[in-house]
């Protein structure tokens, strides 16, 4: 067995539960009332609508939210520890009437060392942008709480692994990188590829691999060290960054997707099985019977999700559509055409939806064949040889490369100029092709990605052919402009600005005049009764 899967079952075999997180007998609980419960539960599901994230993502975005929304209005921290595990087991995340008060005190304390690190930093340089450092350190403090109520240490356990395992393997050639920037690189890939780590999970990891003890740090006892890294903050923010964005990543990530398959597969089994979970691996014939239930599970789930995902992304798209129709093309045509032009004005609206319906009406999530292939990665990873991950980063300064660059842009420029000629024939004005153009970019990007998420347990092959390569061809360009977009207007959503700004605020406190008023009536009744 490899040694560092070795020491990984050694480990969990010794693992145990925090016990801060479940009360004891006698312990006080956080408590809530139902009907509120059901209304924030609803809620969410709203709002999950209207701005996707990956599920690994939902608690923490809940947590950065009320973070945001309390200290904008000066809220005290001890109620801010309290309106985020109030509204986690609201939402439903939590169970009522389990978590003990103790992991509330836990939340406070990360709380007041955010605070802290924030005033040192403002302290330090009060020139320097707030708002993307004060967003920072919030991105920090969201990633710790979460940790404190879901704690996920096998997960990192296995992240960790996953990289022992791999990092000796990667040997990228004709390439200028230092062993460390690769070291590290590797380590983020993996934590990416494997955990599904965002950009701020990921500067809060960097931040755990310089400053360990971070989370064991309190304001009380380690002031001098938590004033230090505000002091340092900006060089630790702009170093975080240049790892981060560094652009071999994802070619590291997309040569190991079929390892953290792999790796996802033992993740999973392990958080199935726990400290049992040596003998199965261990047995061959068990590991492939529990792996082919497990995948089967899997794919049933995985299915249902991207189902779900693909109607509401469908469904977002149209409604942005229709309230743009009504915005911006209608009042131009009035004001300066001859009138609305209602042929591109439907198409432009009923395209786009219906193109992300076809992207995504049939999604291959895995099948037998595929449960035989990860069977075979993971007995492989156990017990086979380990074969070298070699890649080559073609060089930028080459006359081939130049070459390929100057055809890719011509490719780039006769596509989207046929597009506009064909809008343009069915009389689609200036405002009409830039929304369509814009449209069918992100729409394309948006359906590669849910097929892409949909590939989660998919062993993958290099494709091969000149249908495959021309299909490539025609759509890369579109794909990447989409890509270039939701990255760059990511911030950009006019219903998540409403909902956080103009919905949410007074909901929430509504809520909690609703529960407190349930409570007060519950115990009078029990005075009573």
């Known amino acids: 067995m490899n040694g560092h899967i070795k020491r990984l079952f050694e480990i969990i075999e010794k693992?145990?539960?925090?016990?801060?997180?479940?009360?004891?007998?006698?312990?006080?609980?956080?408590?809530?009332?139902?009907?509120?419960?059901?209304?924030?539960?609803?809620?969410?599901?709203?709002?999950?609508?209207?701005?996707?994230?990956?599920?690994?993502?939902?608690?923490?975005?809940?947590?950065?939210?009320?973070?945001?929304?309390?200290?904008?209005?000066?809220?005290?921290?001890?109620?801010?520890?309290?309106?985020?595990?109030?509204?986690?087991?609201?939402?439903?995340?939590?169970?009522?009437?389990?978590?003990?008060?103790?992991?509330?005190?836990?939340?406070?304390?990360?709380?007041?060392?955010?605070?802290?690190?924030?005033?040192?930093?403002?302290?330090?340089?009060?020139?320097?942008?707030?708002?993307?450092?004060?967003?920072?350190?919030?991105?920090?403090?969201?990633?710790?709480?979460?940790?404190?109520?879901?704690?996920?240490?096998?997960?990192?356990?296995?992240?960790?692994?996953?990289?022992?395992v791999i990092k000796d393997r990667v040997d990228i050639a004709s390439y200028d990188i230092s062993q460390h920037e690769l070291d590290i690189q590797i380590y983020l890939a993996c934590h990416k590829g494997l955990l599904k780590s965002d950009e701020t999970r990921l500067f809060y990891q960097l931040l755990l691999v310089h400053y360990p003890e971070w989370a064991a740090f309190d304001i009380e006892n380690d002031g001098n060290n938590i004033e230090e890294i505000g002091n340092n903050f900006f060089h630790i923010k702009e170093a975080f960054g240049a790892h981060i964005n560094h652009s071999i990543q994802p070619k590291i990530l997309a040569k190991l997707k079929n390892d953290i398959v792999y790796f996802t597969a033992i993740m999973g089994l392990l958080e199935k099985h726990g400290r049992e979970s040596r003998v199965m691996f261990e047995n061959s014939?068990?590991?492939?019977?529990?792996?082919?239930?497990?995948?089967?599970?899997?794919?049933?789930?995985?299915?249902?999700?991207?189902?779900?995902?693909?109607?509401?992304?469908?469904?977002?798209?149209?409604?942005?559509?229709?309230?743009?129709?009504?915005?911006?093309?209608?009042?131009?045509?009035?004001?300066?055409?001859?009138?609305?032009?209602?042929?591109?004005?439907s198409v432009n609206v009923l395209f786009h939806p219906i193109l992300l319906f076809l992207i995504t009406r049939s999604i291959y999530v895995g099948d037998a064949r595929n449960t035989n292939l990860v069977i075979g990665g993971i007995s492989n990873l156990f017990y086979g040889e380990h074969k070298p991950i070699r890649f080559k980063i073609?060089?930028?300064?080459?006359?081939?490369?130049?070459?390929?660059?100057?055809?890719?842009?011509?490719?780039?420029?006769?596509?989207?100029?046929?597009?506009?000629?064909?809008?343009?024939?069915m009389q689609f004005n200036f405002v009409g092709v830039i929304l369509f153009i814009l449209f069918i970019s992100l729409v394309s990007f948006l359906g590669i990605r849910i097929r892409m998420m949909a590939k989660m347990w998919v062993v993958q092959s290099k494709e091969k052919g000149i249908i495959s390569f021309l299909r490539n061809l025609l759509t890369l360009p579109i794909i990447s402009f989409g890509m270039w977009l939701s990255r760059k207007f990511s911030s950009i959503n006019i219903f998540v600005f409403v909902m956080d700004f103009i919905i949410e605020t007074p909901f929430k406190a509504l809520l909690k005049i609703v529960d407190s008023f349930v409570s007060y009536v519950r115990e009078k009744k029990e005075e009573i009764y």
């Open 285 to 345: 014939e068990t590991l492939s019977s529990e792996v082919k239930s497990f995948l089967e599970e899997k794919y049933s789930q995985r299915s249902a999700s991207i189902n779900k995902m693909a109607i509401r992304a469908i469904f977002y798209i149209f409604a942005t559509k229709i309230i743009l129709a009504f915005a911006i093309e209608m009042p131009y045509d009035i004001f300066f055409e001859d009138g609305v032009n209602y042929l591109p004005l």
């Open 15 to 164: 693992y145990e539960f925090p016990d801060y997180l479940l009360a004891r007998p006698g312990e006080e609980v956080v408590e809530i009332e139902e009907p509120t419960s059901r209304a924030a539960k609803y809620y969410e599901k709203v709002r999950q609508a209207v701005e996707y994230k990956d599920e690994s993502l939902i608690k923490r975005s809940l947590v950065e939210r009320t973070i945001k929304r309390k200290t904008a209005f000066g809220a005290k921290l001890e109620n801010i520890a309290d309106e985020i595990v109030f509204n986690l087991i609201q939402a439903g995340y939590i169970q009522n009437e389990v978590l003990s008060k103790n992991a509330v005190k836990k939340v406070h304390a990360s709380l007041e060392k955010m605070s802290f690190l924030s005033s040192v930093v403002k302290e330090k340089d009060p020139t320097l942008k707030n708002v993307i450092y004060e967003s920072k350190i919030i991105g920090i403090a969201s990633c710790e709480i979460e940790d404190i109520l879901f704690p996920k240490n096998q997960k990192r356990l296995v992240a960790d692994t996953f990289y022992n």
């Open 394 to 425: 073609r060089g930028n300064n080459t006359i081939v490369f130049y070459v390929a660059s100057l055809a890719y842009a011509l490719v780039f420029l006769s596509l989207f100029a046929s597009i506009i000629f064909l809008l343009t024939s």
